[in-house]
């Protein structure tokens, strides 16, 4: 099952093991279970800390690690390779012993939480991102004894995964009951848990002085901000709803100059660490809904956030980035998780065999329609316009694919289903203005991005598309405001660009605070 590399690899990761596990296996008499059992005795091989035992439980193939003498556990079911290997490790060593990196005061939160939590997740291999997701609640379930969690492959229990009518990756049942679908970090599991952990942020970022610079945003251009002004020496704050934003949902890079491949959630996580190398005060999970700039050169912007509290800073380089854009027809919204996506290399493997179409002719659906004709039985690639508008060597690709039909020139109407689950689209032919019904399980949408600037509106300058208008130093139509990264008027919506423009935006905002004195209360209150 290890090749040589990832046996050297994990032999290196086992020698952090401080408590003795065992892997408890219960398999069965077919295949999977067979190699189950191969990976568990190649483990156990490579660690005199490490052992197998047999088990009964009903899932099989499935294993628990289990701290030797302790209900410390957590559970797969099935076979934790491809993107969940690095699951598999990291549960082996948190099981035995070895201590998370997880910041502190979360550690302390999952510790102290009160109640009985079994939690359940739906995965498949091909999902990025479900490691984090599996990742954060095994964690909890080693730091409170009260939380269990079982990650379960939704490919190999197919049976599990209709009964409880999962059309998404990751979906997480709690105590039997549906709990979130879609990618969550650790804190916000915890506090969705965790009832007091908002008003408790809240409280805190009342007390917080105002900051030279504040990024809104935690992307690569929000995280690039960060780095260049903490190294100017100067107050440095980031308030992110999540922070990676729209690139942890990123399958594959290959185009960052000097990193050669690496995926979305871990190209976040190398950004949030290079973050914290300096004194910048990350704020995670904090939505912002308005803005207030300030009146005078050198005051104080305020920026009010979702939980009802606000942040002051002399200067701001708003980073919000851009979400899916969704295609607001009738049955979108119903049955989004149903048989509606967005992501196609996360919950095509649901749709294995079944028949799905892809909203949108560009780069990324023209990709996905090829990607998920090795999956599904047929694909039906829908495009407004009148040709497909992607690159020369993917339209040719789709084209030799028999499973795709591609039909140009349809205006996506209303998504179909049964009150459950997707069951069809209509779509009209704006060449003869007729409608047709596609009859079909799932609808992946890949029409491009919206900017995340709603909040914004009558504070700064927008285009009618929702871009915030910048200048070449990237400072706003508000003097020390500036924008970076997807959600402004730069083209080429590129992470590399993002984060050239991040530092950019920082760049400009510490020449402002240099060239403009602080404004007193007093000054302010007169001028005003």
Not at 92 to 99: A, D, M, R
Not at 234 to 247: K, P
């Amino acid at each position: 099952m290890l090749d040589a590399n990832l046996t050297t690899q994990l032999k290196a990761y086992l020698g952090n093991i401080r408590e003795p596990i065992e892997l408890v296996s219960s398999l069965g008499d077919d295949a999977k279970s067979k190699e189950l059992g191969e990976l568990l005795h190649e483990i156990a091989a490579l660690s005199d800390k490490v052992s197998v035992a047999a088990g009964d439980d009903a899932r099989k193939p499935s294993f628990l690690i289990r701290r030797v003498g302790t209900d410390i556990a957590v559970r797969f079911a099935g076979i934790p390779m491809g993107h969940e290997f690095t699951s598999l490790v990291l549960a082996l060593l948190q099981v035995g012993g070895h201590p998370s990196k997880a910041a502190q005061e979360v550690i302390e939160q999952v510790k102290n939480i009160d109640g009985d939590f079994a939690f359940e997740t739906y995965f498949s291999l091909s999902c990025q991102n479900c490691p984090d997701v599996v990742q954060a609640l095994n964690l909890m379930a080693v730091l409170n004894p009260r939380i269990t969690h079982t990650a379960i492959d939704g490919g190999l229990f197919k049976a599990e995964v209709d009964a409880r009518k999962v059309m998404a990756v990751p979906t997480v049942f709690l105590n039997g009951e549906p709990f979130a679908s879609g990618r969550m970090e650790l804190e916000q599991i915890v506090a969705k848990i965790d009832t007091a952990a908002e008003a408790r942020a809240a409280e805190k970022i009342k007390t917080k002085a105002p900051f030279d610079v504040l990024i809104v945003g935690g992307g690569p251009a929000g995280a690039a901000a960060a780095v260049y002004t903490a190294r100017k020496g100067i107050r440095t704050g980031i308030a992110a709803e999540r922070f990676g934003g729209q690139v942890m949902d990123t399958m594959g890079i290959e185009n960052f100059i000097s990193v050669q491949s690496t995926e979305g959630p871990r190209f976040a996580a190398d950004l949030e660490r290079h973050v914290r190398d300096y004194e910048v005060d990350i704020m995670n999970l904090q939505r912002a809904e308005g803005l207030i700039p300030s009146r005078v050169p050198g005051g104080l912007h305020e920026v009010k956030l979702a939980n009802g509290v606000s942040l002051k800073s002399r200067t701001l380089i708003v980073a919000p980035g851009a979400r899916w854009r969704q295609m607001n027809v009738p049955g979108e919204d119903q049955y989004k998780n149903k048989g509606v996506a967005y992501c196609p290399h996360c919950d095509g493997p649901l749709f294995k065999g079944k028949r799905v179409a892809v909203i949108g002719g560009g780069n990324s659906g023209v990709e996905a329609a090829i990607d998920l004709a090795g999956i599904v039985a047929h694909v039906t690639l829908i495009e407004f316009d009148t040709d497909l508008r992607a690159d020369a060597v993917l339209q040719r690709k789709l084209a030799s694919l028999p499973n795709v039909k591609i039909i140009t020139s349809a205006l996506t109407t209303e998504v179909l289903g049964d009150g459950e689950k997707v069951s069809g689209l209509t779509y009209k032919d704006r060449n003869h203005d007729t409608l047709h019904e596609v009859e079909l399980e799932g609808i992946f949408v890949q029409i491009g991005l919206v900017p995340n600037t709603e909040w914004l509106k009558d504070a700064i300058a927008l285009t009618p598309r929702g871009e915030i208008e910048i200048d070449h130093r990237g400072e706003t139509s508000q003097p020390g405001i500036f924008a970076a990264g997807d959600a402004t008027t730069v083209p080429y919506k590129q992470i590399v660009i993002a984060a050239g423009d991040g530092a950019k935006a920082a760049l400009s905002a510490f020449d402002y605070l240099i060239r403009h004195e602080p404004v007193e209360a007093e000054e302010l209150q007169a001028a005003e």
